[in-house]
């Protein structure tokens, strides 16, 4: 076996006196950084230089010629060549280097020169073992027939295949584009409780824990709303959080029960005031990452440049089906029409769900490019301002991008008074069996009832904008440890 073989070379490494796994070597040069600073150099400019450089990486190649070899070298910046010969090196440190196999982490110094094909090369002059890796890497381990080996095993992924790297780079300069955005308009970031007594914030459901020296119940939050509009409260009147929410749901292509948002709140501004600030940031981003705000994701161009359509959920069901205007006035005729399109809605489901349910099934994976869908039925916006025309909806839009919730954001609730009466609303609702509902927070509505300032704020899921950003078709593809089954 391939293991054993390499356990053999480990052991006669130790029995020379050799440390395999030693710790004090640092590089003074990156290899990508390396071959794209030298890359235009000739071979007689690197011989006038003598240039020396001193690197250590992973060998992700192997070429033996009997007294001298070539290795290829990658780090964290990309992958040079190395040459390693006997009558160079010595005889001593060339059989330390017959005992490296593809895989192992090395350190080389040495000069750069080019080979007689031209290639940027390090001739070896020092040479150590830095971690002996006693598993051969896979040679091929990419596309659909592995995917699952992939997630399962992501360094393995991320140190064969540069293109899933790529994706997690760019979900880092995507984060930090959106931090720079916000600060630069005077956000702060915060830090807001992962564990919470009242999972709030958000019709889901929680992942339950108990704290044993408390001896009480706790939830891995399902979102942080509810503190960050009591910091909205206390004067911080520009917040935001970009962490983890923890959903006990299903699995699938766009859902992981761990995922990462943005949640930001901004006082004296409106969902109206939100819908241009997006536009201006995901516009950005798009430029940012592309170079142009248009987007290619999956064979479709997308266009981020502002602004972006805006519909209300009414007009989006009577443009995308045939439904006639009275089922958003009488929740039989609603619940008679969700009967024709196939949904099994049940009897008790409030009039704003059921039509929230027809909207689903006819209307939302109609919006492929850009668009904010506005005014959703107030029963399912526990949490946002009611609209002064019409009272039965909420200020509120959801941005949809390939017919996919990326954003959602409302003018805030402020008048606590509404706000007990809402949640009191959810407890029936929890009651009759809806186990999303909110529960009653009371300490949130004291906070409301010393005063809110009129607010908007907005969520936006950082993967499955990433997703979008680097043509990712699943989200287990942006996220580096995705939850598996066993």
């Not at 007689?44 to 990486?57: D, N, P, Q, R, Y």
């Not at 009039?351 to 492929?368: D, L």
């Not at 526990?382 to 609209?387: G, I, W, Y």
């Amino acid at each position: 076996m391939e293991f054993d073989r390499r356990l053999s070379k480990l052991s006669e490494l130790r029995a020379s006196g050799v440390n395999p796994y030693p710790n004090g070597w640092t590089p003074e040069h990156a290899c990508g950084r390396v071959a794209a600073e030298h890359a235009g150099a000739s071979r007689e400019e690197l011989e006038a230089k003598e240039m020396t450089v001193s690197i250590a990486g992973r060998v992700m190649a192997q070429r033996d010629f009997g007294k001298a070899s070539f290795a290829r070298i990658q780090d964290r910046s990309g992958a040079l060549q190395v040459y390693i010969k006997k009558d160079i090196l010595g005889e001593a440190a060339y059989g330390l280097w017959k005992k490296i196999d593809m895989g192992d982490i090395v350190g080389v110094e040495g000069r750069l020169f080019r080979t007689r094909t031209n290639e940027l090369t390090v001739e070896t002059r020092g040479l150590r073992i830095l971690s002996k890796g006693l598993h051969p890497l896979p040679e091929k381990w990419h596309g659909l027939v592995d995917v699952e080996a992939r997630y399962r095993q992501r360094y393995l992924d991320l140190m064969v295949n540069p293109e899933v790297k790529e994706v997690f780079l760019k979900r880092s300069r995507i984060i930090g584009y959106i931090r720079e955005f916000l600060s630069k308009r005077e956000f702060v970031e915060v830090e807001t409780p992962m564990l919470q007594p009242i999972a709030g914030g958000a019709a889901a459901k929680p992942f339950k824990t108990f704290h044993n020296a408390l001896g009480s119940e706790l939830y891995l939050r399902i979102a942080p709303e509810l503190y960050l509009k009591r910091l909205i409260v206390a004067g911080m009147e520009r917040v935001f959080e970009i962490n983890r929410n923890f959903r006990n749901e299903g699995v699938s292509t766009q859902h992981n029960p761990e995922f990462t948002m943005l949640e930001f709140y901004q006082a004296y501004a409106t969902y109206e005031d939100l819908m241009r600030l997006t536009e201006e940031m995901i516009s950005g981003l798009a430029k940012e990452i592309h170079g142009s705000t248009k987007v290619n994701y999956q064979g479709t161009i997308l266009e981020f440049a502002a602004p972006w359509r805006r519909i209300t959920v009414r007009d989006a069901i009577l443009k995308y089906s045939n439904a006639d205007g009275t089922i958003f006035t009488d929740k039989a005729e609603a619940l008679r029409f969700s009967k024709t399109l196939g949904l099994a809605v049940p009897e008790g489901l409030s009039h704003g769900k059921v039509i929230q349910e027809i909207f689903e099934k006819t209307a939302e994976h109609q919006f492929i490019q850009p668009a904010f869908v506005t005014q959703y039925p107030l029963e399912i916006s526990p949490l946002a301002r009611k609209n002064e025309a019409d009272p039965a909806l909420v200020d509120r839009f959801e941005l949809l991008v390939m017919g996919k919730e990326i954003a959602n954001a409302f003018s805030e609730l402020n008048d606590p008074v509404d706000q007990r009466e809402r949640f009191l609303g959810q407890l029936k609702e929890r009651a009759a069996g809806d186990l999303e509902a909110h529960e009653m927070d009371e300490d949130y509505v004291k906070a409301l009832e010393y005063g809110m300032p009129p607010a908007a704020g907005e969520g936006i899921g950082i993967d499955r904008l990433v997703m979008v950003m680097t043509d990712s078709p699943s989200i287990r593809d942006v996220i580096l440890f995705p939850l598996l089954r066993r």
